[in-house]
Every structure is written in C-alpha cells, then in structure tokens.
C-alpha cells in the first residue's frame, strides 16, 4: 500500500510541475545506432562525462568548425565588435 501512495504522490508532483520542467529542459526524442550509443556510453562511463557535457562539447566544437567558414560569426566569438558597417548590415539580414 506504501508503494501506490508513494506513486499518487509522485504523479501528483509531476503533473503539478510539468509546465516548469518543460520551460526549463527540453528533451530530444533522438536515436543513435546501438553500437555506436554503446561505444559512447562506454567512453562517458570510463572517463566520467555525462550526456549534456557530450553535447555542450560537441556543440561548441561545430561553432568552431562553423566559424572557420563563415567570418561574421568568428568576429563575434572573438569578441571582436569593430565591425564595418556593410558587416552589421549584413547580420541585421540574415537574423
């Protein structure tokens, strides 16, 4: 009996905070190939990152990549701000 008041009590919660746990996190319904999950699975496991530091990392390594092509955005990861004018005309556009 203790497990199914614990259970209407967590439904309860849930469904209480439901609207703020979507405002915060955003989850990706997403698939991997199982061998290539397991390999990277593995690799988190045996060097302790977790699953968001993969994707903060991987993230940031395909602005780089991104950045090596496109000007604009390497000026603003550098922090760079003394843009021509024909440069923040042409940012204005592509937002």
């Known amino acids: 009996m203790e497990k199914k008041d614990r259970a209407i009590k967590d439904k309860r919660y849930e469904d209480k905070h439901k609207a703020e746990r979507k405002a915060k996190c955003m989850v990706w319904g997403t698939s991997v190939p199982r061998e290539k999950a397991e390999e990277i699975n593995e690799f988190l496991k045996r060097y302790g990152y977790t699953k968001v530091q993969l994707i903060e990392a991987g993230y940031n390594a395909l602005i780089e990549q991104a950045a090596e092509h496109n000007t604009d955005?390497?000026?603003?990861?550098?922090?760079?701000d003394d843009f021509f004018g024909f440069e923040l005309e042409k940012m204005k556009k592509t937002e």
């Open 73 to 80: 955005l390497a000026k603003i990861m550098d922090g760079y």
